[in-house]
């Protein structure tokens, strides 16, 4: 036997875990699983290294508390939104702004990937490129490992393969039920005749809607996300909260230039335009499968916000260490025993309860009308700091969160209490998870 050579029974090229993909969420955990000394290869469609696409925001106080503040390439204090219709009387009371109080950040996503990168190359990741399609079990000196064939034929084999392929997952295994919400936009970086927000500002909803019609606000409403850049640059962007199907861009692109125009704002010049789309109201992976799923692909993105990073930051070590003390505890272990130490640490009961009172919300909130839907964000954001600031994290016990929720109801308008009470379609079932979550 050379030293290269596999021990008697064990396929060549084993690796403790196979991740799959090269998005925030597949570096996180490659990250993660390599310093707990296993060893890993990441098995990517797109080098590594390639610029993501989409640009990643998040609480100051969240990043702050994961000790990454570095990270950020714009940070505001002057954070605000707003739930006033706009209409007529600017005096109206309703229209001033809710001041957020909290700092916000965009991160630097060059300087984040790089963050994860180095890491995965000091810690041994091994890289490899191909698209993954298909995955079956096979022997590993009596144990189920996992092989991962690529589109030209190659394959690898792995204890574990972890799926981070994004929301339509290559591997991971989802419950149907019935059709997905998506959280739709339609942005735009760059220059602007005036400023479209107030110098240094960050508006993280912007729901005024006064260059609407009195017919077009009757259909699914739409607010504005934006930000001062600095140095003349912004980034405005028009998006629907959750819709099943989403609001086609054409909409929301016609919606923004809208909006513009009521503010006498005209786009100067076009730097970058988003077009976002990404499902809010995943059903929970079925977490008795042989291959882990982390990040989209394992419906980690937070019904209520559509946020993801500061949940894969948070929560990959502890998922991580799960799958790496399963396998010191049996090193021959199989694919579905590392796969359920994984599930188990990502998804814990009261995460899932967590999940379903969020998707029950969102279910709520998706039924609401536009006036309906600003005066619940002006009480969800007029709640104790740590209350809003929790729930949109997802850093409060079951507990907290259903305090922070009852509250809501009992300093909400009876428009906002009427609209909660009433249960339509698969509300009743969705809340009822609470109590009995699935997995
Ligand atoms: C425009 C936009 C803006 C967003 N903004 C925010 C935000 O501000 N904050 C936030 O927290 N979240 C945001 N999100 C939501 C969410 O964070 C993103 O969708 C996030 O990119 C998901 O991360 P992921 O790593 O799970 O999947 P992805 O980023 O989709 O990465 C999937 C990876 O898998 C690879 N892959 C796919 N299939 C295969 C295969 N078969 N074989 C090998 N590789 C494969 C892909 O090439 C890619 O590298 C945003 C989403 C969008 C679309």
Redesign the pocket.
Known sequence: MTPTDPPAGLPAGLVDGLV????????AMAAELAEQGLAVAV????D?RAP???????WGEEVDALGLGHLLEHRWSHTCSYFGSGAADPADPANAPTLHGRDYG?FDKARLQQFWLERCTAAGVQWRQ????SWRAVDCAGAACSAVT?AAGEQLVARLVVD???????FVQRPDEGPVAG?A?YGVVGRFSGPPVEPGQFVLMDYRCDHLSAAERLEPPTFLYAMDLGEGRFFVEETSLALAPPVPYATLKQRLERRLAHRSVRVEQVEHE?????PMNLPLPDLHQPVLG????AS???PAS???????LRRAPAVAAAVAAALRAEPAADSLQLAQAGWRALWPLELRRKHALYQFGLEKLMRFSEPQLRAHFATFFALPEAQWTGFLANTVSVPELVAAMLRLFATAPWSVKAGLMGMQGRELALGLRLLRPVG
Not at 164 to 170: D, I, K
Request: overall charge negative; proline content about 7%; glycine content about 16%.
């Open positions: 799959v993909g090269s998005g925030p969420a597949a570096l098995l990517a469609a797109a590594p993501w696409p989409n640009t990643y925001g998040i965009l191909g698209l993954a399609v690529t981070a392929s994004g929301h339509e997952p290559v959280q936009a988003e077009f976002c789309l990404f982390f990040g989209g692909a980690m993105v937070h559509g946020y993801l990073v500061g949940a894969l």
